[in-house]
């Protein structure tokens, strides 16, 4: 079976067929522009360095993705008042100690950040993975 159809109808194909790989066009990027936006929004610096660690936003996005998930997945609380003056109240004891004793106190401040993690529930990885886990971790 052929078809035979009049130089019109093809024009007229190609023309739809642009439209629509136009419309495509337009959509998917302006859905990445929209995805890298709300990254941006949600990660701030950091999604710059991820861009630059990875070559390139697709890849960052994809890590920054995994990330969420893996951080999503973990019972992360905030601390109670007590909870946290006591972490407070450690913290600026160990800060007092830096300037007489400054290898003691970097020891201690690493032991006091490890047990502040682990209060609030984060996975006892080396520091590396914590700081990769949560940049933004605050005692709030």
Avoid: C
């Avoid at 969420?68 to 450690?90: N, S, W």
């Amino acid at each position: 079976m052929f078809y035979h159809f009049t130089n019109a109808q093809l024009i007229s194909a190609v023309v739809v067929l642009i439209f629509l790989v136009v419309v495509a066009v337009v959509g998917f990027v302006h859905h990445r522009g929209t995805r890298t936006l709300a990254f941006r929004n949600r990660f701030g610096s950091e999604y710059d360095r991820a861009v630059l660690e990875y070559g390139s936003s697709r890849r960052a996005e994809a890590k920054l993705a995994d990330r969420e998930i893996r951080v999503d997945a973990l019972r992360i609380r905030e601390l109670g008042a007590t909870e946290r003056e006591r972490f407070v109240a450690e913290w600026q004891t160990v800060q007092s100690r830096f300037v007489d004793h400054p290898k003691a106190a970097v020891t201690e401040a690493d032991d006091l950040i490890a047990a502040l993690l682990e209060a609030r529930g984060y996975p006892k990885d080396s520091f590396e993975q914590r700081a990769r886990m949560s940049p933004s971790l605050t005692l709030a």
